[in-house]
């Protein structure tokens, strides 16, 4: 398969063929983690390390699951209570993780470049969970997956992104990677929560949230990012709700079979209607989650396949220490 990097750190590092090649394995992996023994070698032998400087719930359980099921052994680290809370520097961690010799580093990190610096100074593969406002490349690829399983395609659609896209590293990664694969991207939120320059982007920005609907093919819903919030960016839930909040009337805007996505968690009655988010006709979100396994499967066999290849050589070189 044609996949060369040797990190992800974003979308916006990898080629139209990279995104398919991740595609086209993460399906191979929804079928085995469909079978009764969901267990592969692909990583047998190797070490996976989790450091998740932020809470999360979906997205440090699914990097685990995916880890064990390719057979490598995989290890949380407790960042609330690590060596940087007392006051050791992110180059000190990683260069202490470094001397243990990991395979592959999967960061999730409050500040936006954390997890490129990392990667910088470690001799392993690194994934992006997730860093500040810049990126989560992984979330991208799910919903990328989830999209074209109920699509049957990644290109030429529709899709409306809605929400805090201000504060959002999910809208970010989206837009870069919908718009690799040639699809029509639009933005909506209300001009506090949509970021300055973003039309640089090729989208387009509405903050009427039925007109940006108009005949949209996917819908896909952003969390309102409170914790990243520090002013008053929006008059009130109950008013954003009416506005930008997601319901019956304003998805009959989108297509008849147009699907509702999110990346988790919701907060229903803000973003969107629970009926909406619970409806088995439209809305993909519970496939999101299955996906996600999947496609952090494929990122990881992947990037250790590339991993082997480069110490081979190197061994090969006699650089390999």
Known sequence: MAFRPRHLLGIEHLSPEDI??????????????????????????????NMFFENSTRTQASFELAGKRLGADVMNMAMQTSSVKKGETLIDTALTLNAMHPDLLVVRH???????????????????????????????LLDALTIRREKGRIQRLTVAICGDVAHSRVARSNLILLG???????????????????AEFGCEVYDDMREGLRDADVVMMLRLQ????????????????????????????????????????????????????????????????????????????????????????????????
């Open 20 to 49: 398919r090649t991740v595609l086209d394995l993460a399906e191979e992996y929804v079928d085995l983690n469909r079978r009764t023994v969901k267990k592969t070698d692909a990583l047998e032998g190797m070490t996976q390390i």
């Open 110 to 140: 409050g500040s936006s470049g954390a997890v490129d610096l990392l990667a910088q100074k470690v001799e392993c593969a690194v994934i992006n969970a997730g860093d500040g406002k810049h990126e989560h490349p992984t979330q991208a």
């Open 180 to 198: 690799k694969m040639e699809n029509r991207v639009r933005l909506i939120a209300p001009p506090t929560l949509m970021p300055s320059g973003v």
């Open 226 to 321: 409170k914790e990243r919030m520090d002013g008053g960016f929006i008059p009130s839930e109950r008013e954003y709700f009416h506005r930008y909040g997601l319901d019956a009337e304003k998805l009959a805007y989108a297509k008849d079979d147009a699907i509702v996505m999110h990346p988790g968690p919701m907060n229903r009655g803000v973003e969107i209607d629970g009926t909406i988010a619970d409806d088995i006709n439209r809305s993909v979100i519970q496939e999101q989650v299955e996906m996600g396994v999947a496609v952090r499967m494929a990122v990881m066999d992947l990037l250790a396949r590339n991993l082997r290849a480069d110490r081979g050589r190197a061994l090969n070189e006699g650089t390999y220490v």
